[in-house]
């Protein structure tokens, strides 16, 4: 890492323009990020620690004073987000995943909901060339296809690299010549998780010539696949494409594809069975297949991928803004298509929460099943709002349906309010 003139600021750490939020472990890398932001950033920053509850409440909360105090010391602003203890375990047991992919998988979904709840527009990440050259040896080992050597990418949607061109070494460096005294997690010993025994019984026989090669692979496939991607026809709650140009690309742009949608939703290594089934839908025009991950709906003129229901719906309670999961229900600029609410004839208990089986709303043209309505906007599933006498209105819009609303909230006089799930 190259420092300026006072040999403590680094010159060459590229930053985006906005208001950042650094997710913030306390470890080497991010405390050495932190201290980057309060001298380049100041002002525009803010450190949010994701506590996942799964050590000794007693070194989870020695972790969190020292977070505090290097927060403090360096003058950004610092909050906490502690996950239910076992809800790691939870997930990764409904998966059949592991505890390190269920804490990343609750982190992200945790880091995003922030990020839009609080009007940030970027989330930071203190991944660094060595982390980059760590992914590449595990997706090697792992047998993954060789697209998914590009590894770690410096921009991927709102989450920004700044520290992914600097090695480990140059971040200690740096960490030292700061005096900060980083926390430590006792998990990163335990050599039952790939990535640690990789780290601790790998990376040390690689010279930094050969780390620095590994990077410059991921350089050069990532370049590839840009050169051979498909276009989006849509980006956001969901990536579709048309279904003429995927079946007419060649396979392995096709199978990258369905390899970024699944990392962007957050699942889990797609098979190869899995890909074989995509490549066979897509070709039918119709279908629909689901992973851990995400849903993945086939139409004569699109391949849609969706992330799977849990990452969007859980009921909370009516407020100004009603979070469910990557999206908020909330004021909006009201259109033709937006719904107008009058909250004053809601009653309570309001809720917003996925769509199920046997759920029923009240249409002008008489009573409609929202699974109906899903089949025929060809959406894989949609958010209601509740109240106690049923369902206010169902969101498919977002989804690339319509969002529809019940009739008793039709022609009511009073002040509507235009809400959209966004």
């Avoid at 375990?89 to 880091?111: F, H, M, P, Q, S």
């Avoid at 086939?298 to 979070?323: N, V």
């Avoid at 099943?369 to 977002?398: H, N, T, W």
Wanted: glycine share 8%; aromatic share 8%; with cysteine.
């Amino acid at each position: 890492m190259k420092a300026s003139c006072n040999g403590l600021i680094p010159d060459s750490v590229p930053l985006p323009p906005g208001r950042l939020l650094l997710a913030f472990s306390g470890g080497d890398d991010s405390l050495s990020l932190l201290s980057v932001l309060s001298r380049k950033a100041r002002g525009r920053c803010m450190a949010l620690y994701v506590n996942h509850s799964i050590r000794s409440d007693d070194e989870l909360e020695m972790e969190e004073i020292r977070n505090r105090a290097n927060a403090a010391a360096l003058s950004v602003p610092y909050d906490t987000i502690r996950l239910e203890r076992g809800s790691v375990a939870e997930l990764a047991r409904r998966k059949g995943i592991g505890i390190e992919a269920a804490a990343r998988e609750l982190r992200y979904k945790a880091l995003h909901s922030y990020r839009s709840e609080h009007g940030f527009d970027w989330i930071l990440t203190a991944h660094h060339r060595d982390d980059q050259a760590e992914t590449v040896a595990m997706r090697m080992l792992s047998s993954a296809p060789f697209y998914a050597w590009s590894g770690i990418r410096r921009t991927d949607g709102v989450i920004f690299r700044p520290f992914l061109g600097f090695s480990k070494a140059d971040i200690l460096s740096y960490l030292e010549n700061e005096g900060l005294t980083p926390s430590v997690d006792s998990t990163n010993s335990d050599l039952s998780y790939l990535r640690n025994s990789i780290r601790h019984a790998l990376m040390p026989l690689l010279s930094d010539d050969a780390k620095e090669s590994m990077a410059h692979i991921a350089e050069n496939v990532a370049v590839l696949r840009s050169r051979y991607s498909l276009t989006p026809l849509h980006s956001g709650f969901y990536i579709s494409y048309d279904r003429q140009e995927f079946i007419a690309s060649p396979r392995f742009a096709c199978e990258s594809a369905v390899y970024d949608a699944n990392a962007a939703f957050g699942g889990d290594r797609i098979s190869r069975r899995m890909i074989e089934d995509v490549m066979k839908k897509a070709g039918e025009g119709r279908g629909r297949l689901e992973t851990s991950g995400m849903v993945i709906m086939f139409t004569a003129g699109e391949i849609r991928f969706y992330p799977s229901l849990s990452s969007f719906a859980m009921p909370f309670a009516l407020g100004s803004s009603i979070p469910c999961g990557l999206c908020m229900i909330r004021d909006a600029a009201p259109d033709a298509l937006t719904l107008r609410i009058d909250q004053s004839i809601l009653v309570p208990p309001v809720i917003a929460r996925d769509a199920r089986e046997g759920d029923v709303i009240e249409l002008k043209g008489g009573r409609k099943r929202i699974s109906e309505l899903m089949k025929d906007q060809r959406v894989p599933y949609s958010i209601v709002l509740e109240d106690r006498y049923g369902i206010v209105c169902c969101f498919s819009r977002a989804f690339g349906g319509r969002d529809r609303l019940s009739k008793r909230f039709l022609g009511k006089e009073g002040e509507p309010v235009a809400l959209a799930l966004i």
